[in-house]
């Protein structure tokens, strides 16, 4: 006898494999963060040690402190220039498409190439001394294209209409920015804030070379991950992370998404 | 209540390598009703943007009682701009009130609250929305949409008002309505109104003075009247109300008549222009066709065909043909006669003086004759 084969049995099979493949790595981060046991199997007991040690552990915190300041600093920028040009976008003007392949090769170009490149530029040609702030412009040409591409999917599409009849009706444009723009674009520049801090958070190639002493978090990573003796709490630090900057992404998400529904 | 004159000299506009504007002059007086009518695409918006700063011009200026307004942004010009697409101009996060209120607010040597809501209500009753005022315009039909966006304009009294199609986007009976509305709010504003239309009928009634554009220049400007009953170019003719249209070269001039030799026959018409040897159009009113016994006796008769009868409610339309016309024309009567049956044999005439013959096709060196002929 032949079966037929249901190709929605197919599909739903498809999908837990390929959203096991996806998630199991981050669920099994997380298992093995409460291992009382050591990196791998067998799961000996919970526990909440290495959770424990990992907020204790001064070099880590200090790193952590570190990316949150940097990534910081690095979001405003980013959401400040972004909505700039996003704005500036919506117009025609000479060199348009040049700008923003310009900006997307900042996606594109390999991390660690324009990582090595950034430190010959900055460290060697201009003679600046290592640092956390020299990460700065570094993170920033890796968030600027995502935060100007999210705003402009995300931008009321009447945006430009209500904008000239703001200016007919006598507003300055400040007032026109102020009172009629913001208010609608509001969400969806949150959105891409915090798409922005998420991204300059976990960026840790594009800055090795230029941070020196100033560990972030991601190189504080590597270096625990590629000593000899890492224990679980790396996995604690890993499963903070992720669970952090999905929440992050969340919000920013719904931000957007609410940004553009508001719109129609 | 005061009111601006507004006058363009010489207004040229390219986007491109394409021409918008062509060498506009024009002279609107304070309190005018000014209508600004004609095909899609024939730059009649671009010229209105013009004349409220939207657009730079690239040629000649704008002055605005007589005071050049060129480089002057449109936000410092303080005038009314009604939008066509006021789905998309309205304030999506504010509500109706404070969408009107919001022009007001942007007014130097301010209103108080109290006097902006004041004058928020009083222009919102007068367009009979008042009951919109806390709604957001998402909430409101097209035409209260309409209406709002009319209010937040209206409400700031200025001395010109500039008005780009803003019924086109209505119902038929809306629109109807509205055309009353507009006449009477320009008289009791007292302003200057410049308003562009593609809809003829429409210029025909809102208008004191019309003007009439095609492919970027001025066809003719004047009052409707007199644009009707003597248009320029057989493109105004054929542009402003109705016309049927017939073909061919003069063969002989008597007095102040000529005879065409059409595709109908010889043809006895009265010239608008200068007669040379080019083929030219003769230009047919419907109402001043005769048909039935009345045409005979009349300059020209022609024998034809009845092919359809449609009742408009004030005037009944016969569509004929005749032989050598491949296309049927209209002639119009009132009332509810009868002439026969589709496919009866009916005589159709008209006197010379309601012929009118056109060598000058259009301001436009791009309109042939088959082009009038279509239109």
């Known amino acids: ?264 | 209540m005061c009111a601006r004159s507004v006058t363009t000299e010489a207004i040229g506009k390219a986007f491109g390598n394409e021409r918008i504007l062509e060498d506009i002059s024009l002279h609107i007086e304070e309190g005018e009703f000014c209508v600004i009518v004609g095909p899609s695409g024939c730059g009649k918006s671009t010229f209105l943007n013009c004349l409220s700063g939207l657009v730079e011009v690239d040629d000649g200026y704008v002055a605005y009682d007589g005071a050049d307004v060129t480089g002057k942004p449109v936000e410092d010009r303080d005038i009314g701009y009604v939008f066509q697409e006021f789905e998309d101009t309205l304030f999506p996060h504010r509500t109706v009130g404070e969408n009107v209120a919001f022009g007001l607010e942007q007014q130097d040597g301010g209103l108080t609250d109290a006097a902006i809501d004041e004058r928020v209500e009083e222009v919102l009753e007068l367009l009979n929305i008042g009951e919109t005022k806390d709604s957001v315009p998402e909430e409101l039909s097209g035409g209260q949409q309409q209406r709002v966006e009319l209010a937040r304009q209206l409400v700031r009294r200025c001395d010109l008002f500039l008005f780009d199609d803003p019924l086109a986007d209505l119902d038929y009976k809306l629109q109807k309505q509205m055309e009353l509305e507009m006449r009477q709010i320009h008289e009791e504003l007292g302003s200057t109104f410049v308003y562009v239309t593609h809809n003829q009928d429409q210029a025909l009634k809102l208008a004191d003075r019309l003007v009439v554009m095609n492919d970027g220049r001025i066809e003719q400007e004047g009052t409707p009247t007199a644009v009707y009953d003597s248009p320029a170019t057989a493109f105004v003719a054929r542009f402003v109300g109705d016309s049927n249209a017939l073909t061919g070269a003069v063969v002989r001039a008597e007095d102040d008549e000529v005879v065409v030799d059409s595709e109908v026959g010889e043809v006895h018409a009265t010239p608008r222009d200068d007669v040379g040897e080019q083929a030219g159009v003769v230009l047919l009113r419907p109402e001043q066709m005769a048909i039935g016994d009345a045409a005979s006796g009349r300059d020209t008769t022609i024998q034809a065909e009845l092919r359809g009868v449609t009742y408009t409610g004030e005037v009944t339309e016969f569509s004929v043909t005749a032989d050598g016309l491949d296309r049927e024309f209209i002639v119009s009567e009132p009332g509810r006669p009868s002439f026969g049956f589709p496919g009866d044999d009916v005589a159709v005439g008209w006197d010379a003086a309601d012929a009118q013959y056109f060598e000058r096709l259009s301001v436009s060196d791009s309109m042939t004759v088959k082009d009038i002929i279509r239109f």
């Open chain 1, 1 to 264: 006898m032949v079966q037929r084969v249901n190709v929605r049995h197919v599909l739903v099979a498809y999908f837990v494999l390929v959203a096991g493949y996806v998630y199991l790595p981050i669920i099994s981060l997380i298992g093995f963060s409460f291992n009382q046991g050591g990196l791998t199997f067998p799961f000996v007991g919970f526990t909440t040690q290495w959770y424990t040690e990992l907020f204790a552990n001064d070099a880590i915190i200090g790193s952590i402190v570190r990316s949150l300041e940097l990534a910081l600093v690095v979001t405003v920028i980013t959401t400040f220039l972004a909505t700039a040009t996003a704005l500036a976008y919506r117009y025609d003007f000479r060199g348009q498409r040049a700008i923003l392949y310009l900006l997307i090769l900042g996606i594109i170009t390999p991390g660690i190439t324009y990582g090595v490149g950034a430190a010959l530029f900055l460290l060697d040609i201009l003679q600046m001394d290592k640092g956390l702030w020299l990460a700065i412009p570094v993170h920033v040409v890796w968030t600027l294209p995502f935060a100007v591409i999210v705003l402009l999917a995300g931008f009321p599409p009447t945006l430009s209409e209500n904008e000239q009849a703001a200016r007919v009706l006598g507003a300055s444009r400040l007032t026109t920015i102020r009172e009629v723009i913001l208010p609608q674009i509001a969400p969806t520049i949150l959105g891409a804030a915090v798409f922005a801090f998420t991204l300059s958070y976990n960026e840790g190639t594009r800055s090795l070379l230029l941070l020196g002493q100033d560990n972030t978090m991601p190189l504080q990573v590597f270096a625990i991950a590629s000593s000899k003796r890492p224990t679980p709490m790396l996995f604690a630090l890993g499963s903070v992370t992720t669970v952090v900057s999905t929440v992050l992404l969340l919000v920013g998400g719904y931000l957007v998404v609410t940004g553009i529904r508001h719109a129609d």
